[in-house]
């Protein structure tokens, strides 16, 4: 079993930055490929960037490409995500998730493919 425990959000101006950091219990983590989801009040959960296994591979969902950044330290057991040029619209409570499905190569943005969740961070941007 995996325990995640986010950190890192908080209230930033439109155009700022935030680092989420998702610290993960266990000596499993580098068996998980890890994701961040977000989920704003009244919308479903929505995917934001997922890494692969040995953090070779990434991917991000078409709102957040080219401003978000995923990252993970297996020696740490943690998984980042670097948020820039933050919108309003990126207001959220941001969750990581560990999937320990799927194929070693395969980045999966299905909340339900997802195994373990944290309690998530709430980030909020104001205009």
């Known amino acids: 079993q995996v325990q995640l425990v986010e950190s890192g959000g908080g209230l930033v101006q439109a155009g700022g930055s935030l680092r989420l950091s998702c610290a993960a219990s266990?000596?499993?983590?580098?068996?998980?490929?890890m994701g961040w989801f977000r989920q704003a009040p009244g919308k479903e959960r929505e995917f934001v960037a997922a890494?692969?296994?040995?953090?070779?591979?990434?991917d991000y969902g078409d709102p957040v490409k080219g401003r978000f950044f995923i990252s993970r330290d297996n020696a740490q057991n943690t998984v980042s995500l670097q948020m820039n040029s933050l919108k309003p619209q990126d207001t959220a409570v941001y969750y990581c998730?560990?999937?320990?499905?799927?194929?070693?190569?395969?980045?999966?943005?299905?909340?339900?493919?997802?195994?373990?969740w944290g309690q998530g961070t709430q980030v909020t941007v104001s205009p």
């Open positions: 266990g000596r499993t983590f580098r068996a998980y490929a």
């Open positions: 998730a560990a999937d320990g499905g799927g194929s070693w190569y395969t980045l999966r943005k299905r909340p339900d493919d997802y195994d373990y």
């Open positions: 890494i692969s296994r040995s953090g070779g591979s990434t």
